[in-house]
């Protein structure tokens, strides 16, 4: 079994930003598995299932993934990552909201990712975003007065 390094995952992580499906998709076995923690989409198969995941996505919206966090041992990463959605148009029930046109929405998701043969073999995305845990954080730095939703 090869493992993916850290310089590797970092390679993988810019194709994902560029949009580069060839690259990322290199690093994928061919039947691959990407648990999300949402019934809506629940688990995606192969390269395939992952694509057809991301691409009707980013026809609405660009994301960015900034890195915060990569532990990686032989076979396995663990990412911390922060992910900005920048909307080109307006939408509906977008985690709950409403969105327009140049509306940004930043979230952080755990990553794990198990390699084998050299591969990204089963990617889990780990634990569920609570939008109002997420907004009553926010509000907590704010100025009393600021605080609109008040959760």
């Known amino acids: 079994m090869a493992a993916i390094t850290r310089a590797n995952f970092l390679e993988y992580m810019r194709a994902f930003n560029a949009h580069d499906f060839e690259k990322q998709y290199s690093f ?4 691959v598995t990407l648990h ?8 995606l198969y192969g390269k395939d299932g992952i694509r057809g995941h991301y691409l009707p996505l980013f026809d609405v919206c660009d994301e960015y993934v900034v890195p915060m966090v990569v532990m990686n041992d032989s076979h396995k990463v663990l990412l911390i990552m922060e992910s900005y959605f920048v909307y080109n148009s307006k939408l509906e029930g977008v985690f709950g909201y409403a969105v327009e046109e140049g509306d940004i929405i930043k979230i ?11 591969k990204m073999q089963r990617i889990w995305f780990l634990g569920k975003g609570d939008i109002q845990e997420l907004i009553r954080e926010s509000e907590s ?6 605080k609109i939703f008040n959760y």
């Open 28 to 31: 994928y076995a061919e039947d």
């Open 36 to 43: 999300i923690p949402d019934p809506k989409t629940g688990m």
């Open 108 to 118: 952080r998701v755990w990553a794990y990712y198990e390699i084998e043969n050299g």
């Open 141 to 146: 730095r704010a100025e009393p007065d600021l």
